[in-house]
C-alpha cells in the first residue's frame, strides 16, 4: 500500500464514508450525502480511481452538511465542483511534497499537473498551494 493509498483510508475512514463499486454508471464517481457513500464506476485505471476517488472525498469532506445546495445553482455547483477539485489536488501534493527527495524550492508545477494528468487550468491552484506549503514550512 503507497503512502497516498493509507492516507486515502485513513480520510475514508475519519469521514466514514461507505465505497461501493457500479458498472454502467454515467460519471467515474459520485458522492451520495444522504447515506454517505461514494460511488465508484467500475473498470477504473488506478491513477483515475484514486483522482476520482479524493474528489469525491472532497464532496464529502466539505459538502455533506449541505450538499442538497450541489443543484440549486450553477454558480453553486460549480464553486462545489471546484472545492472538491481543490481538496483533490491539494491531497495528492501533500503526499507529494512530503516525499525526502522532493526539492520544493525547484518544484515544477506543470510535471506535477501532467503526471497526474490533472487539468492544466489549475495550475494556478496548484502554484498557490506550494507557495502556502514554502510559507508554512519555513514558519515552522
Excluded at 11 to 35: C, E, F, N, Q, S
Excluded at 46 to 73: C, F, I, P, W
Excluded at 75 to 92: C, G, H, P
Excluded at 129 to 138: I, P, S
Amino acid at each position: 500500500m503507497s503512502l497516498l493509498d493509507s492516507r486515502i483510508k485513513k480520510i475514508v475512514d475519519t469521514l466514514k464514508v461507505a465505497i461501493l463499486y457500479r458498472g454502467g454508471m454515467d460519471k467515474p464517481g459520485h458522492y451520495i450525502a444522504a447515506i454517505n457513500t461514494i460511488v465508484l464506476k467500475e473498470g477504473l485505471t488506478e491513477q483515475d480511481e484514486m483522482r476520482v476517488l479524493l474528489h469525491e472525498l472532497g464532496h464529502a469532506s466539505k459538502h455533506h452538511k449541505n450538499y442538497y445546495l450541489y443543484n440549486l445553482t450553477f454558480s453553486l455547483r460549480s464553486k462545489m465542483e471546484s472545492e472538491a477539485e481543490q481538496y483533490m489536488i491539494k491531497t495528492m501534493l501533500d503526499q507529494y511534497l512530503s516525499a525526502p527527495d522532493i526539492d520544493v524550492l525547484h518544484f515544477n508545477y506543470m510535471k506535477f499537473i501532467e503526471n497526474n494528468e490533472l487539468d492544466p487550468k489549475y495550475e494556478y491552484v496548484v502554484r498557490e498551494m506550494v507557495l502556502d506549503y514554502l510559507y508554512h514550512a519555513g514558519s515552522a
